[in-house]
Nanobody
Framework: VQLQASGGGLVQAGGSLRLSCAAS????????MAWFRQAPGKEREIVAA????????AHADSVKGRFTISRDNAKNTVYLQMNNLKPEDTAVYYC????????????????????WGQGTLVTVSS
């Protein structure tokens, strides 16, 4: 299984970025997906999650109204659209796939996700 994240970079506060995560080696359309982030000196936290069908999503309170997770099962790709970025959004962002297929819970702890991408750095300057 491979998860390849891309789209990170340096952006000014108030700007936008779209992260992508391309999956291979697993039946993508049957696995829930999520984006986590880890800032320097902080624990990894979940940012957003989407069900295997794409019909349900969940977003952390800190990003609600600014970030949107989505997926395209035909392209085996999950996205994170990030708008109105803030300096506190600076972190390495990781995509992750659920530990099993057709899980009904959307989101959760990092140990509920089995497969991880390599991370992409997002830096927001003030």
């Amino acid at each position: 299984v491979q998860l390849q994240a891309s789209g990170g970079g340096l952006v000014q506060a108030g700007g936008s970025l779209r992260l992508s995560c391309a999956a291979s080696g697993l039946p993508f359309s049957t696995y829930g997906m999520a984006w986590f982030r880890q800032a320097p000196g902080k624990e990894r936290e979940i940012v957003a999650a989407v069900s295997w069908s794409g019909g349900r999503t969940a977003h952390a309170d800190s990003v609600k109204g600014r970030f949107t997770i989505s997926r395209d099962n035909a392209k085996n790709t999950v996205y994170l659209q990030m708008n109105n970025l803030k300096p506190e959004d600076t972190a390495v962002y990781y995509c992750a796939a659920d530990y099993r297929s057709f899980r009904t819970v959307v989101g959760g702890r990092s140990d509920e996700y089995l497969y991880w991408g390599q991370g992409t750095l997002v830096t927001v300057s003030s």
